[in-house]
């Protein structure tokens, strides 16, 4: 029997990202229960962030994290583990709390939409019994020793990653299939994937991070026409996205789009010293107004700015305003 | 004539069904519960409605006139459309394009393209049908069903925090102009209307998939019965759960059909403003130029008396309302915002291009 759920008794989860300025952005950081998107050109950042997130989660409460493991399913090939051996050396040197063995990758290739639903699947099976089998361990994977049994076996999965969804999904279809039929598969797909993460993340108070490519947006119609365009155009967003002086539409289109809980875009610009201003914009959010801030990539991984420090943002602002 | 039958009156049904509901089953009841105030009490009817019924009871003639049983008048069909609450937007032009606010007793329907603000206006729906009746609210509650996961009780909690601040301000006005009970009632703790009491007016369901969304709409006259102030369901969206699933789209179209009749027949008897929040999608032309339609196609087109196209104005960041269906009002399109108090008009003077929303 269905039951109403009790409004006032709901506490809002949120996993910071290591930075209080993100944080502050993000009014708290990535919220449990529903999907974030991560949409930028390649090189912009993205998979910095997630790296840092898989690392973040892992923090005691105190410190803004939720004290748990990260689940890293990887679609490009190799998972970049040496860089995330890195930043948890470079930022969270001698923490015994923080280690690659909180961080299980999905050690299978996956390829097609079918692959990832079935590694969707088993992480519900190892929600459900919230026992620690590894499917593989980036510890293993880097080669050290396997963290104590009793630390892992008191955490429980709090963070899912998926980089990227765009590449298992933007060659799906086979090519006698007719165009449009091969969009409505792959909307069907996308929309069954999409209300499994939404059930497994609200459930078990999941934190979801999903990143997608973007294409280059055609579309340069100034919006001179009064009317409801479709694709890109005016009328089906708010302002255009801008990264390396192009502009660029998040990929899988609008079915996609009406998937994900949060949008962020990161993009990358060029300053006019000749350096590059990163920026975290947020697209559409239920909890976010339109806004965004500044970051810089270092060894350490991802820091924000603020306002002031971003010397360089005045070429980002002519962007964004 | 006292022993007039409650199910036998001619009644706006959803008033019958209070009636029934609060246990009366004749005219003679009715007579002895002390007047219109108790009666809207223990009914959950507002003033005005328990008002309604008993002055169709003291204009009722002796026996004899039983042809009129079950049947209603046009003119009494009309009052109570007139009389019918609205439940307002708060944004002025949004509220005028809809004749006043969202309907009672029908189905309404918005759809737009993700982060346009249905959600936004789906949280502002379901606390402003809480706004009291000395403001002429709905003074009702809401039931919100969340198919998306979009609902985030913070910010549900920060639209609260706007209205609250916008209707002390407005009880103030009225003191000030000789109506202080508002105001008095806010003081002494009559009227209660903070972010609590907001937040426990809303009956909040999350459903996962179209199984579980049927099985509530099933059971939804049930739940009206047992919370008669409820005024207000909003689902969103209405659409999420059906883009999968289907693979016979035959079946698809028979199941939102069912679904569309069933959400119409409860808006009706129930009196309750049902609002869909719906998905769009891009729709490829016969010149090759693309639009946005919503979901669901052509067949769910009917399930709503009143439906809504929220899109992105010419300029960046300006958000539009597009009326293109109405029982009575003609098309129109009208623009909005939404701030950190939540929904609202545009600020006097502005043409729009809003840029950053305010924190």
């Not at chain 1, 409004?7 to 809002?12: A, D, E, G, R, S």
């Not at chain 1, 630390?151 to 709090?158: A, C, M, P, Y």
């Not at chain 2, 006259?221 to 369901?233: A, G, T």
Request: glycine share 10%; proline share 5%; charged share 20%.
């Amino acid at each position: 029997m269905l039951q109403p759920i009790d409004l006032t008794k709901q506490i809002p989860l949120k996993t910071t990202l290591g930075c209080g300025v993100l944080d502050g952005f993000l009014r708290g950081g990535l919220p449990c229960g529903i999907i974030t998107e991560l949409t930028g050109e390649a090189a912009a950042g993205k998979t910095q962030l997630v790296l840092q997130s898989l690392l973040t989660v892992q923090l005691p409460r105190s410190e803004g994290g939720l004290d748990g493991k990260a689940v890293y399913i990887y679609t490009e090939g190799k998972p970049p583990v040496e860089r995330l051996q890195s930043i948890l050396t470079n930022r969270f040197n001698g923490r015994p709390d923080i280690n690659l063995a909180n961080v299980l990758i999905e050690e299978r290739p996956i390829t097609t939409p079918e692959d990832l639903l079935r590694s969707v699947r088993q992480l519900e099976a190892l929600l459900e019994r919230e026992a620690v089998v590894p499917i593989a361990t980036a510890a293993a994977a880097a080669g050290s020793r396997v963290a104590d049994a009793a630390t892992l076996s008191r955490r429980v999965v709090r963070l899912l990653v998926i980089d990227s969804v765009a590449r298992v999904f933007r060659d799906a279809g086979e090519s006698d299939e007719p165009q449009v039929q091969q969009l409505h598969r792959r909307a069907a797909q996308l929309f069954g994937l999409t209300a499994l993460l939404k059930r497994l993340a609200q459930e078990h108070q999941l934190a979801v991070l999903l990143t997608n490519q973007v294409m280059d947006d055609f579309d340069s119609d100034g919006g001179t026409s009064v009317g409801i365009k479709g694709g890109g155009g005016a009328g089906s967003r708010p302002a255009p996205l801008v990264s390396s002086g192009r502009r660029v539409l998040p990929a899988l289109g609008l079915a996609w789009a009406n998937c994900v809980n949060c949008r962020l875009f990161v993009a990358r610009h060029e300053a006019g010293n000749g350096g590059v201003v990163r920026s975290l914009q947020v697209v559409f959010a239920p909890h976010l107004p339109h806004s965004y801030c500044c970051f810089k990539v270092d060894q350490q991984g991802i820091q924000g700015l603020l306002d002031e420090a971003a010397e360089q943002g005045s070429a980002l602002r002519r962007h964004l305003d | 004539m006292l022993r007039q039958e409650v199910v036998t009156m001619p009644l706006p049904p959803h008033l019958r069904n209070k009636l029934l509901s609060a246990g009366f089953t004749n005219a003679s009841e009715l007579e002895r519960c002390g007047g219109p105030v108790a009666l809207a009490r223990e009914t959950g009817m507002t003033p005005e409605e328990a008002h309604e019924v008993l002055q169709l009871l003291g204009e009722r003639l002796p026996a004899g006139s039983d042809w009129r049983a079950g049947a209603v008048s046009a003119a009494t069909l009309l009052e109570a459309h007139l009389a019918a609450p609205r439940i307002v937007t708060m944004c002025r032009d949004l509220d005028e394009l809809l004749g006043g606010g969202v309907a009672t007793g029908q189905v309404t329907e918005f759809c737009g393209v993700p982060g346009i603000g249905k959600t936004q206006l789906g949280m502002q729906l379901a606390i402003n049908v809480q706004v009291p009746a000395a403001l002429a609210g709905a003074q009702g509650q809401a039931v919100y069903v969340d198919t998306e996961g979009s609902f985030m009780v913070e910010r549900c909690a920060d639209i609260a925090e706007g209205a609250v601040r916008h209707i002390t301000a407005m009880a103030e006005k009225q003191a000030a102009s000789g109506r202080p009970a508002l105001a008095e009632g806010f003081r002494s703790g009559a009227v209660v209307f903070n972010v609590a009491s907001l937040l426990r007016g809303i009956f909040y369901f999350r459903i996962h998939d179209y199984t579980e969304q049927l099985a509530l709409i099933n059971m939804l006259p049930r739940f009206l019965q047992q919370y008669p102030q409820i005024r207000l369901v909003v689902f969103d969206s209405i659409t999420f759960h059906f883009r999968q699933d289907f693979t016979d789209m035959s079946q698809r179209t028979r199941v939102a059909t069912l679904m569309a009749q069933q959400l119409i027949a409860t808006a009706q008897t129930y009196g309750v403003a049902v609002v869909l929040m719906n998905q769009v999608t891009t729709k490829v032309m016969e010149d090759g130029s693309s639009k946005l339609v919503p979901a669901l196609g052509e067949s769910w087109g009917h399930a709503a008396s009143t439906r809504v196209m929220l899109h992105w104005g010419v300029h960046d960041n300006e958000r539009h309302a597009a009326l293109f269906k109405s029982p009575h009002l003609p098309p129109g399109n009208v623009a909005f915002t939404v701030t950190a108090d939540g929904v609202r008009g545009m600020p006097r003077g502005s043409r729009g291009g809003a840029g950053l929303a305010n924190r």
